[in-house]
Every structure is written in structure tokens, then in C-alpha cells.
């Protein structure tokens, strides 16, 4: 069974502080994203990465970095933590293209608040 | 910049109604995609439609690809309160590497 997991349900911090959010995948896909969800606003890609080491800026980077080492795992890091990151942060893999395999499989998603 | 619209935001209805809700666009795409999301939980893929016209059913969920594959609808008969939850789509367009183009979902809830 398909299986996408994040670190943490929920999680507070401070302001400024670095802010790590880890995700694994055991589907052995290629890529892998990283969503931030807010209501009205729907999911807007931060970044995404299509192979171990390699990484692309999706629509919304600024404030955010990412690391990928492994192939299953997709770390997104908050260098210093601000209020206007409070969101609901989502993972994602997929398998490369062909069309049918542009589905995405989604982690529980982890709720942060930056206060 | 692709858009993907979708409408109403928010839907609340009885137990047994039918509705439809909608994901239009201006643009044309390779294919579309509807998923569920509930409440605490991530998205996850109703169903990929792939070709203009194309219907496809999943139990009581109707799911129509437009003619000229810029938008689509999803029916539901006789709603359950299981059917509740946030329905999004997401576009594949013409010229796209590995991202989904997402919509901002419609908002359902089946009162029972």
C-alpha cells in the first residue's frame, strides 16, 4: 500500500527559529513536492524535486529551502520562521510522466503555527 | 499563468440532494484531475480524465472532461454525508514538466 509520511501532525514555533519538516515515501517515485495549503487559496508548490540532489523553486520559495539526499525522503527546511508561514504544509510523490502517473500521493499533512 | 477556477467555494446540502460542482479554465490541458481531501488528512485521487468528452464513474460521482479540455465537472447523486469533504482539481497543461496545476477546491458538506 501507497504510503506518504511527514514528521509531525502538528507543530509549534517561535519566531525566528529554523523549522525542519521531514517526509518519506516508500513507493520508491521519483518525485517528490512540497505544498503549503491555506483556505481560498488551494495548494501552491514551493518546491519539488525530480531526483535525489536535484531541486526546482515552484511558485512560492521565498522564506523556504529543501534537501534531498535520499530518494525517499524530501526535507523542507524554514530558515527562520515567520508569522506568515503558519499554514498547513502537504508532501507529495509522484512518478515521473507519463500522464497516468502524474498522480500525486499526499502525507497527512502537517499543521504549523509560527507565533 | 494557468488558472484553474473552480465554483461554488462552498457547498452545503441534505443528505440525498444531487449537486455539481465545476473546474473551468481558459487554457487548454493534457488532462485533469479530481481529488478528495477530508478534513485532517492529505488529497487523494478520485479519478484522471484524459480525453475531450470524456465521462467517467466512480459509484454515485460523475466525472465530465469538456469537449475542448479546458474544464470539467463532477456530479454527485443522491449526496451522502460520507461525500463530505473538499473536492479539488488539478490540471496537467500541454506543456508541463512534473507540476499539477491546482484549483482552489469547492468546500462540500452533506447534512445528514
Known amino acids: 500500500d501507497v504510503k506518504v509520511t511527514q514528521s509531525s501532525r502538528y507543530l509549534v514555533k517561535r519566531t525566528g527559529e529554523k523549522v525542519f519538516l521531514e517526509c518519506v515515501q516508500d513507493?520508491?517515485?521519483?518525485?517528490m513536492f512540497w505544498y503549503r495549503q491555506d483556505p481560498g487559496l488551494g495548494l501552491r508548490l514551493i518546491y519539488f524535486?525530480?531526483?535525489?540532489?536535484?531541486?526546482e523553486k515552484g511558485d512560492i520559495p521565498e522564506g523556504y529551502s529543501v534537501s534531498r539526499e535520499k530518494k525517499e525522503r524530501f526535507s523542507l527546511i524554514l530558515e527562520s520562521a515567520s508569522t506568515n508561514q503558519t499554514s498547513m504544509y502537504l508532501c507529495?510523490?509522484?512518478?515521473?510522466?507519463?500522464?497516468?502517473?502524474?498522480?500525486?500521493?499526499f502525507g497527512p499533512g502537517t499543521r504549523l503555527t509560527v507565533t | 499563468t494557468q488558472l484553474l477556477e473552480q465554483s461554488p467555494q462552498f457547498l452545503s446540502i441534505q443528505e440525498g440532494e444531487n449537486l455539481t460542482v465545476y473546474c473551468n479554465s481558459s487554457?487548454?490541458?493534457?488532462?485533469l484531475q479530481w481529488y478528495r481531501q477530508e478534513p485532517g488528512e492529505g488529497p487523494v485521487l478520485l479519478v484522471t480524465?484524459?480525453?475531450g468528452g470524456e465521462v467517467k464513474k466512480l459509484k454515485r460521482l460523475t466525472f465530465q472532461f469538456g469537449d475542448a479540455r479546458k474544464d470539467s465537472s463532477l456530479h454527485i447523486t443522491a449526496a451522502q454525508p460520507g461525500d463530505t469533504g473538499l473536492y479539488l482539481c488539478?490540471?496537467?497543461?500541454?506543456?508541463?514538466?512534473?507540476?499539477?496545476?491546482w484549483g482552489a477546491g469547492t468546500k462540500l458538506i452533506i447534512k445528514p
Open positions: 524535486s525530480y531526483d535525489v540532489k536535484m531541486k
Open positions: 487554457s487548454v490541458f493534457s488532462s
Open positions: 507529495a510523490s509522484s512518478l515521473h510522466p507519463p500522464a497516468e502517473a502524474y498522480e500525486q500521493y
Open positions: 480524465v484524459v480525453t
Open positions: 513507493m520508491d517515485h521519483e518525485n
Open positions: 488539478a490540471a496537467i497543461g500541454m506543456d508541463s514538466n512534473y507540476q499539477l496545476i
